[in-house]
């Protein structure tokens, strides 16, 4: 059978719940979390003895370089959720082509989010109990875990807005006072107001999706979507 190639694996949920259907011959998990994807293989396994794993520990962002061990047959890769929306389009497209490149003869499934109401987006990113404010900010620990930096998280605020001209929600970290942080090297000064810019999430139509795929080198696509247009899924080969 088929190597079912789970990217971005995460707790491996949402590939576990696909066996039944997609009947693959071998699982292979990638993601950057080792430890965590370790433990979820673990987990899974114990569910599913007759199924061969493997767990990479792999930042496919920046490459895409499978192992022997992953099996040499042909392969389904798959990338759920709508990740592809966090890459500017051509790197979206070079990404693609990467996924295609490592799956000679195989396919892809992937999920999209979908262009919807500029409301409907704010209120995604910028939601009333503050969950993505909350991811956002937690930007700024991580960097001072990184690099003993003083980032004091109270000094900034969360702003997300859509951009129709791009097609996108943009992420700022906003400035609430005049500031400096401070790190072994470093200075950086902000005036309050002024925004760091930290993440976009492009949207897509279903035909603009569908043109991304055949820049990447797809041929063959069909689309699935939910009955108000505003997740899709694709499988592409």
């Not at 099996?71 to 990404?95: E, H, K, Q």
């Not at 900010?137 to 997300?160: I, K, M, P, Y």
Request: aromatic share 8%; net charge positive; charged share 20%.
């Amino acid at each position: 059978g088929h190597t079912l190639v789970d990217l971005g694996a995460g707790n491996c949920a949402k590939a576990a719940s696909l066996f039944g259907a997609l009947r693959p011959g071998r699982y292979v998990a990638v993601d950057i979390s080792v430890d965590f994807l370790r433990r979820a293989l673990h987990e899974l396994q114990a569910r599913h003895p007759q199924l061969p794993m493997l767990g990479l520990g792999l930042d496919f962002s920046a490459g895409l370089e499978l192992p022997p061990q992953a099996g040499s047959g042909t392969r389904l890769m798959f990338y759920p959720g709508s990740s592809i929306g966090n890459f500017a389009p051509p790197a979206a497209v070079d990404f693609l082509r990467r996924v295609r490149a490592a799956a000679p003869g195989g396919g892809l499934l992937i999920g999209v989010d979908l262009l919807k109401p500029a409301q409907v987006l704010q209120r995604a990113y910028d939601d009333a109990l503050g969950v993505t404010a909350a991811f956002n900010l937690n930007l700024l620990r991580h960097v001072n875990r990184l690099l003993g930096s003083d980032f004091e998280l109270t000094q900034w605020r969360h702003v997300a807005g859509f951009d129709a001209a791009r097609s996108r929600v943009e992420m700022h970290l906003e400035a609430r006072c005049d500031l400096h942080v401070r790190w072994p090297g470093g200075v950086l000064m902000r005036r309050a107001g002024e925004r760091v810019h930290t993440e976009n999430a492009c949207k897509y139509s279903v035909e603009g999706f569908d043109a991304l795929l055949r820049q990447a080198g797809y041929s063959r696509t069909r689309c699935w979507t939910d009955p108000q247009g505003w997740f899709a899924v694709f499988v592409a080969h």
